[in-house]
């Protein structure tokens, strides 16, 4: 009897580190003070912060950690986009609109969301843009397919069935990678064709 293996591919968002939680601990004086002695530009006069609630966390993490090097300096966050000096956004479709007439924009992510696929023998696959959306909208559905082998040439692929797993409630950061995926190829990618959520 044979046995084929399955692979399967999870989209999954999870926490950077700077995302730090309320109940995260202080940090401990020497390493506090470690951080103090790296090279650190003040900014003089105030500075004000606009950031939406899906990015306060971090936002607020990072402005203790710099008020920690400049106890001088005043910067605040502030939910009218008009007065704030700088803005932090993922960017995203599900963020508010923040930046349209910003000079210089930089997406920033309180998250991160990637395509992680589970096989054994197969480290380092490459996916290009247009095999990820053909993944997660059901198009691609074996690892054997030719758009894969086509990034993948020192690989060999048997017949190996594609399982999708995915998650119930996107972050604005999965929602992101997304409209990035879409940006690339030229089609919207609005979910992920998964046989199975999660929370």
Do not use: H
Not at 142 to 150: C, R
Not at 165 to 177: L, Q, R, T, V
Request: aromatic fraction near 8%.
């Amino acid at each position: 009897m044979k046995i084929k293996k399955k692979i399967s591919i999870v989209s999954i968002s999870m926490f950077a580190l700077f995302s730090i939680a309320s109940c995260t601990p202080p940090i401990p004086p020497d390493v506090l003070a470690s951080f103090a002695e790296k090279d650190v530009q003040c900014a003089s006069g105030e500075v004000k912060v606009g950031a939406s609630e899906v990015a306060s966390i971090a936002v607020q993490a990072s402005i203790d950690l710099y008020l920690s090097y400049c106890p001088e300096s005043k910067v605040t966050t502030t939910p009218d986009v008009v007065e704030a000096n700088l803005i932090i956004t993922d960017y995203s479709a599900k963020e508010p609109e923040m930046c349209s007439t910003a000079s210089v924009i930089t997406p920033a992510m309180s998250k991160t969301s990637t395509l992680a696929y589970f096989v054994s023998g197969f480290d380092g696959l490459v996916f290009s843009p247009e095999t990820v959306q053909s993944i997660i909208n059901g198009e691609i559905t074996n690892l054997n397919d030719p758009q894969i082998v086509a990034t993948n040439e020192n690989f060999e692929f048997s017949d190996q069935p594609i399982i999708l797993f995915g998650i119930n409630k996107p972050s604005a950061s999965d929602i992101a990678y997304l409209e990035w995926v879409g940006r690339q190829t030229g089609q919207n990618v609005n979910q992920v064709k998964a046989a199975e959520l999660f929370d």
